[in-house]
């Protein structure tokens, strides 16, 4: 069995998986290597992997290093070791499947399927902790004939589904839950029957599309698709949340992600620090 990995800038990070997932779309690793660089990496038997100038172009000039390195065969199995139990004292816990229950209030079972997390990185750990602290409105009825319920909640790039599904366990239902990988949309999807959660799973594209408005948006992003967002706020294309939680990012993007969202009226309310990352909590009903 081969592992060939792709590390690449940060920076152009989203763009190149999206690119990497039309060569391999059996599902792509991806481990932070430092600050500045991410790895992508793809399994599989010589002969059934991408050709390397396949994977040059994809990475074009936000290409590091590309590595080829040579498993045993038991990885398959070997890999689930790596994947713990988050506990979050005794309000939440997330596992794999393989593993058991935990004494919490809720207990979620989120497969990683070798191409996503369980929720144990820094970013999902932060999103998590924020979003617990977070009281769901009250449900107002949605009168409009023939109309689908508008989301409380918008889990934007939900990769596994952890944090949709957790929002929706936290009561805010509707959740709508989007990413560009349809890897993502299948398992947000399967993880949503295994926690017993109605979900709306789309697959969506920040760079062509609108966000859609809710009450709460969960971004779990890096900062350059953020900042895209950003964008459509400033320029109108996009309606305003009421509050956003936005992670992926580097504690040393937080000041600049932070000032962009306070320019379009979403200000910082609190700052959850975790290592090297950090997660903003941002809110409409604060600005001045």
């Known amino acids: 069995m081969l592992r060939l990995a792709v590390q690449v800038r940060r920076a152009d990070a989203e763009l190149v998986l999206a690119e990497l997932i039309e060569l ?3 599902g792509v690793e991806e481990v932070d290597i430092d600050p500045d660089t991410v790895e992508y990496a793809v399994y599989g038997p010589p002969g059934e992997l991408p050709e390397l100038p396949e994977l040059e172009a994809a990475a074009g000039g936000a290409l590091v290093k590309v590595t080829t390195t040579e498993i045993a065969d038991d990885w398959a199995d070997r890999w689930r ?12 816990s997330v596992r794999p499947p393989w ?3 935990q004494a919490t209030a809720l207990d979620l079972i989120i497969d990683p399927a070798r191409a996503f997390g369980t929720g144990a990185h820094a970013t999902t750990r ?6 617990l602290d977070l009281e769901p409105p009250p449900v107002a009825l949605d009168r409009r004939p023939s109309s689908a319920p508008r989301p409380l909640c918008v889990d934007l790039g939900c990769g596994s589904g952890v944090l949709a599904i957790a929002a929706a366990k936290l009561g805010w239902q509707p959740v709508l839950a989007l990413d560009y990988d349809p ?11 295994v926690n017993g959660v109605t979900l ?8 062509e599309q609108v966000v859609p408005a809710a009450p709460l948006v969960l971004g779990n992003l890096l900062a350059p698709l953020l900042l895209t967002w950003c964008e459509q706020l400033a320029d109108g294309a996009a309606q305003l949340p009421g509050m956003v939680i936005a992670s992926g990012l580097l504690a040393t993007e937080a000041d600049n992600v932070s000032a962009a969202f306070t320019g379009v009226g979403l200000p910082e309310t609190r700052r ?3 290592g090297e990352w950090a997660a903003l909590l941002l809110d409409s009903a604060k600005a001045r």
């Open 200 to 207: 709306d799973v789309q697959r969506f594209d920040l760079r």
């Open 183 to 193: 890897l993502s949309v299948e398992a947000t999807l399967e993880n949503a029957v």
């Open 81 to 92: 070791e790596f994947h713990k139990p988050l506990v979050l004292g005794d309000r939440l």
């Open 99 to 101: 593993e058991p229950a």
């Open 24 to 26: 391999a779309p059996s």
């Open 272 to 274: 959850a620090i975790r």
């Open 126 to 131: 932060l999103c998590l902790e924020l979003l």
